[in-house]
Nanobody
Framework: QVQLVESGGGLVQFGGSLRLSCAAS????????MAWYRQGPGKQRELVAG???????NYADSVKGRFTISRDNAKNTVYLQMNSLKPEDTAVYYC?????????????WGQGTQVTVSS
């Protein structure tokens, strides 16, 4: 079992920056792939960025060059540094932990943190 708690959301102006954190507890954090998803008003949840247990990263095209995902296994925490924020980045951001072993999948979600970018 993994518990995920996001923090760092808030209101920021166009072009500003925020850093989201997701603290994990309850299991072996380093063995999980971690990701940030977001869900904007009236939109489906979408993948923003992911990082594997080995540190490989991937990003949605809409955030490449602006957002950076990282993890600190010693602190059981994954981060999302968001720069050059735009109003279209406004959403609830969710942390996800995922692990697969053969046919077994572990998948956990945080409660979400609101990010609002004003123009």
């Amino acid at each position: 079992q993994v518990q995920l708690v996001e923090s760092g959301g808030g209101l920021v102006q166009f072009g500003g920056s925020l850093r989201l954190s997701c603290a994990a507890s309850g299991s072996i954090f380093s063995s999980y792939a971690m990701a940030w998803y977001r869900q904007g008003p009236g939109k489906q949840r979408e993948l923003v960025a992911g990082i594997t247990s080995g540190g490989a990263t991937n990003y949605a095209d809409s955030v490449k060059g602006r957002f950076t995902i990282s993890r600190d296994n010693a602190k059981n925490t994954v981060y999302l540094q968001m720069n050059s924020l735009k109003p279209e980045d406004t959403a609830v951001y969710y942390c996800n932990a995922n692990r697969r072993l053969l046919a077994i999948v572990w998948d956990y979600w945080g409660q979400g943190t609101q990010v609002t970018v004003s123009s």
